[in-house]
């Protein structure tokens, strides 16, 4: 990519906005399980960077997606991944189908906002028996006069617990999978919404996250996103946006973990020299570095087609694959090197050991990344009634529905 003076200004003001908000408390934040996301938000929102590439009408920046994913990527050298998780479902889950989909209305009363950071949002999608298999949600929202009546619950809602609105995805009819679902903004404030308590995560410490349940939640249905019955297909075209967030970010937290672990090793002294002499340790880490240099190059040509207006169906599910399986191996590798160190909870490299795993399951697991890449490849078998055949399953109805919209 041929980056200009705006795409390294807005690398540099990230970049700095990490050193001097975020990293300085991320261990506090990782022991409370939560950060100021309203004070960050509102921070960010002022420097413009939760609306980067959302239109200019409603307070974005309105450039181009490439401008965004150098934000992502700089965002990866926090130390701790909760926070640019909670950003990203702010800037490239929640809102992305409103801004491209949403009525004026919607976006100036739900956009506008969490583009300023006065709002904050969250996806509701996932549910626990409806993670990677999106077509197998329960929550209804049934019509009733001008409004729909919602029912249901939905799990591991990243900022749920502070957020002021939901982009929702629910069944609006009793028509087949693919074609019953419709995304609806609810504002989290409505009678009927309740949350669990925080759930209790692997990694991600820092970034808020629970169970959002529906008990005859009444909702206008000019809230709704699109038209109705499109909301699985809407939800597909977003979730390419959320995949090439998750791949960029990856990439320097990654490198992060790296470049500690050189330094590291240097400092520590096995058998008379430092640890980083070792052939074995060099090479490794060469390697790994290798692999990363190739993940931002998968990453950064999806996006160059991303902007260009083409079809990054396949690139965009090869970089999140990627970047899932490439997050584990670098971290275990580099964590080894830190011997015990390496084992503590608080050490960077142990947090981000832990954080990484979230990339190959959220968004689409790496199963059903593997599915689309298949079916794009003409391997992928024809559709069984089987319980192994559900992931090409997904990976059909992606497609399907991605094509249904251009």
Same mark, same amino acid.
């Given at each position: 990519m041929l980056f200009t003076q705006e795409h390294n200004?807005?690398?540099?003001?990230? &970049? =700095?906005?990490?050193? =001097?908000?975020?990293?300085?408390?991320?261990?506090?934040?990782?022991?409370?399980?939560r950060f100021p996301m309203r004070d960050i938000f509102r921070k960010m929102g002022?420097?413009?960077?939760?609306?980067?590439?959302?239109?200019?009408?409603y307070g974005g920046l309105g450039l181009d997606y490439s401008y965004n994913l150098v934000a992502a990527e700089e965002l990866g050298t926090a130390w701790a991944g909760g926070i640019?998780?909670?950003?990203?479902? =702010?800037?490239? +889950? !929640?809102?992305?189908a409103i801004a491209r989909f949403g009525s004026d209305e919607l976006k100036r009363e739900f956009l506008a906002p969490s583009i300023t950071g006065e709002a904050i949002g969250c996806i509701g999608v996932s549910e626990t028996g409806a993670g990677s298999d999106v077509a197998g949600l329960k929550t209804t929202a049934r019509k009733d006069g001008d409004d729909y009546i919602i029912n249901g619950h939905k799990m591991w809602i990243t900022n749920s617990p502070q957020a002021d609105f939901?982009?929702?995805l629910a069944n609006t009819s009793d028509d087949k999978p693919h074609k019953n679902k419709t995304l609806i903004v609810v504002p989290m404030n409505s009678p009927g919404i309740t949350l669990s308590k925080h759930l209790d995560k692997?990694?991600?410490r820092s970034s808020e996250t629970a169970q959002v349940f529906f008990d005859d939640v009444r909702v206008p249905q000019r809230y709704r996103v699109g038209a109705e019955g499109t909301g699985f297909m809407l939800q597909m075209l977003q979730f390419q946006e959320e995949r090439l967030w998750g791949a960029a970010n990856t990439i320097k937290a990654l490198e992060n973990c790296v470049n500690e672990t050189i330094n590291y090793c240097r400092e520590r002294k096995t058998f008379g020299q430092p640890l980083i002499d070792n052939q074995v340790v060099h090479f490794r880490l060469a390697?790994? =570095?290798?692999?990363?240099e190739c993940l931002r190059a998968l990453t950064y040509q999806a996006c160059e087609l991303y902007v260009a207006g083409k079809d990054v169906t396949n690139l965009a599910s090869m970089a999140k694959?990627?970047?899932? &399986?490439?997050? &584990?191996?670098?971290?275990?590798? !580099?964590?080894?090197?830190?011997?015990?160190?390496?084992f503590m909870w608080d050490n960077q490299v142990s947090r981000a050991f832990r954080d990484v795993r979230l990339v190959s399951i959220?968004?689409?697991?790496?199963?059903? +990344?593997?599915?689309?890449? !298949?079916?794009? +490849?003409?391997?992928l078998p024809g559709k069984k009634k089987s319980p192994v055949a559900a992931a090409p399953a997904v990976a059909n109805a992606e497609l399907a529905s991605q094509e249904a919209l251009k």
């Open positions: 200004e807005i690398r540099r003001t990230v &970049r =700095q906005f990490v050193e =001097q908000e975020i990293n300085p408390n991320v261990a506090q934040w990782e022991a409370d399980g002022a420097l413009g960077l939760l609306g980067i590439h959302k239109p200019e009408k640019p998780l909670a950003i990203g479902v =702010q800037t490239d +889950m !929640c809102t992305p939901i982009c929702l692997l990694g991600m390697e790994l =570095q290798t692999e990363i694959l990627k970047a899932g &399986r490439l997050g &584990r191996e670098v971290t275990d590798s !580099c964590l080894q090197y830190w011997g015990g160190m390496g959220g968004g689409g697991a790496d199963e059903i +990344m593997l599915g689309i890449i !298949c079916k794009l +490849m003409g391997t």
